[in-house]
């Protein structure tokens, strides 16, 4: 299948956005001089570009085109709700059809231990509401001074003032991405931190540094520790199994939020609609988006616990917060057409019993004993290589990110976008795949992870 180009030349289109953008993550300059790819058509989990190249998306776009590109129920949802209702907000004391059957559909496949929903566009936008939103319960029940937020090193929760804080990328925290009364403890990346311990020794380890951050600035100070129950733009790191127990023990123990965030791992990503229940621990809030809407329209929400609804709804009185589009009906009707498909279709399920297990096996077999490859991680649809000098000593390369930074580029030379993060290649297509876009998905990382190793002579 080619897909149209525009009728503007691909060089028009890079000097023009030279001139007008700034991109995400990127030397501006750099790539002014290369010039981005311009992608004009998408469909299942395939782009073209102007020059009438086609890529295999193994990203899902920013892990978020969950039901892949096309999907005409979305954008027909779109347009009948423009056509009905293009906007309207959440303030003046009214609400709207879409945004109260969203909320319905939607706790109807959230665990029975949730029943409020704060709308956001992003998010970023849920992990600054987060904040707010904790805080202000520990002041309704009298405990003002239970403010500060607990994060990881190398975790991600947005790339928004606070939510920069939150996160723990310390080359953002240099650009001026701090707030005060936010701390950290380290990730649970055992390949990399594991010392001489088991992975079961190093989750506990891991997990108790949160005990130890605790009891060093104060139980009576902490309001809530966040986490992405697997990492996703740190690298797709999977923690030990006995690590998230034992977290979510040490927050029951202080009376500590625990907090989720479920931008990525949420909407089946992990064969089960939420990566905290495939790692069997009960958040009190869910940040979402992404999957949400299958990135079809900017949508994202904090979700709350019975428990701090409760104290928000009947004790707190007017809560100090409200965005413009929160809750945008376009939004909302794209959401309910999005996660109807997904359970209508069985999508979630057939990641979970079917294309998952598919995935991970195939991950496994071809790479298991491959040269440049020190660890497999995943579950479910995403997944991610480790790249490694010695497998058996877990020697990482001085330079892995610039080896999996090559590995990328050639990626895209072999049709293929998966995304490189320190030295770990990662991947997450969409859940509709196919076991034959699978098929591609692993035959073109194994050629662009070939050619990487023949370029650094491991192969």
């Known amino acids: 299948m080619t897909a149209p180009t525009s009728k503007r030349a691909t060089s028009d289109y890079q000097a ?9 993550f990127l030397d501006q300059k750099a790539l002014n001089a290369e010039g981005p790819r311009v992608i004009v058509r998408g469909e299942r989990l395939h782009l073209w570009d102007n020059d009438g190249n086609s890529y295999l998306d193994g990203m899902s776009g920013l892990w978020c085109t969950n039901l892949g590109y096309g999907r005409r129920d979305l954008s027909a949802a ?23 059957e969203l909320s319905e559909l939607l706790f109807s496949l959230l665990p029975g231990h949730y029943s409020h929903a704060i709308y956001t566009n992003s998010g970023s936008e849920a992990n600054e509401v987060l904040i707010r939103t904790v805080r202000r319960y520990w002041q309704i029940l009298g405990k003002p001074e239970k403010k500060i937020m607990i994060g990881r090193w190398n975790g991600y929760h947005g790339s928004t003032l606070a939510a920069t804080a939150l996160g723990g990328m310390k080359f953002m925290h240099e650009m001026g991405g701090m707030i005060p009364d936010v701390e950290h403890i380290d990730e649970p990346y055992w390949f990399a931190h594991e010392g001489n311990l088991t992975p079961a020794e190093f989750g506990l380890k891991a997990a108790q540094q949160l005990e130890e951050k605790i009891l060093a600035v104060g139980a009576e100070n902490i309001a809530g520790f966040i986490a992405e129950p697997f990492q996703g733009a740190g690298g797709m790191i999977f923690p030990p199994q006995s690590y998230w127990p034992e977290i979510q023990r ?42 949400l809407t299958s990135g079809y329209i900017p949508m994202g929400g904090l979700i709350l ?3 701090m609804a409760q104290v928000l709804v009947e004790q707190g009185g007017v809560f100090a917060h409200g965005l413009t589009y929160s809750g945008h009906p376009v939004a909302a009707a794209v959401a309910i057409a999005n996660l109807k498909a997904l ?22 077999e071809v790479f298991g004993n491959h ?41 895209f030379e072999e049709g ?34 070939d050619r990487t190793a023949q370029e650094i002579g491991l192969l």
């Open 305 to 307: 616990s019975k428990r």
């Open 16 to 24: 023009s956005d030279a001139a007008h953008h700034i991109h995400a």
């Open 78 to 100: 779109a347009t009948q709700q423009m056509e009905q209702l293009p906007y309207y907000n959440m303030f003046f004391h009214t609400t709207h059809p879409s945004v109260v």
């Open 416 to 449: 293929l976008i998966i995304r490189s993060t320190l030295g770990r290649m990662i991947m997450a297509p969409a859940l509709v795949a196919t076991r034959a876009e699978l098929d591609e998905l692993v035959a073109k990382t194994k050629r662009a992870v």
């Open 343 to 364: 359970r209508d279709e069985g999508v979630v399920t057939q990641v979970k019993t079917d294309t998952g297990p598919y995935l991970q096996s195939c991950l496994r």
């Open 250 to 291: 040490i927050c029951k123990k202080y009376d500590v939020l625990l907090c989720a965030d479920e931008v990525i791992g949420g909407f089946g990503r992990t064969g089960e609609w939420f990566a905290h229940e495939y790692f069997g621990f009960e958040p009190d809030t869910l940040s979402i988006a992404k999957g």
């Open 371 to 411: 040269p440049l490859v020190g660890e497999i991680q995943g579950a479910g649809l995403v997944a991610a290589l480790q790249f490694a000098e010695d497998k058996a000593t877990r020697k990482r390369f001085a330079n892995e990110n610039d080896i999996a930074w090559r590995c990328r580029t050639i990626g």
